[in-house]
Nanobody, 116 residues
Framework: QVQLVESGGGLVQAGGSLRLSCTASGLTFNQYTIAWFRQAPGKEREFVASHVNKDGSSYYADSVKGRFTISIDIAKNTVHQQMNNLKVEDAAVYYC?????????WGQGTQVTVSS
């Protein structure tokens, strides 16, 4: 059974930092791309960042480039997303997703709240 468990969300003031983590189990971790998406109230879910385990490449949405950094701990099947200089508009539920050419799995989400 595949599980993705996010952690690290919380309340932070604008300009502050948080680090989200996503730990995967039940899948061959290095065969998947791990991506972060977010969804704010009343808005559609949007892509934030991803790490392609097969080739080590990372991608970021323009809105978070230079502020968010994705990193990986292969030994722990975990992807981290360091979020710096958080803005009020970054507030959302953040979801971790494991994506391959055959399937796609989602975590339950973790809430990030940014106060002004």
């Amino acid at each position: 059974q595949v599980q993705l468990v996010e952690s690290g969300g919380g309340l932070v003031q604008a300009g502050g930092s948080l680090r989200l983590s996503c730990t995967a189990s039940g899948l061959t971790f290095n065969q998947y791309t791990i991506a972060w998406f977010r969804q704010a109230p009343g808005k559609e879910r949007e892509f934030v960042a991803s790490h392609v385990n097969k080739d080590g490449s990372s991608y970021y949405a323009d809105s978070v480039k230079g502020r968010f950094t994705i990193s990986i701990d292969i030994a722990k099947n975990t992807v981290h997303q360091q979020m710096n200089n958080l803005k009020v508009e970054d507030a959302a539920v953040y979801y971790c997703s494991a994506i391959s050419e055959y399937d796609n799995y989602w975590g339950q989400g973790t809430q990030v709240t940014v106060s002004s």
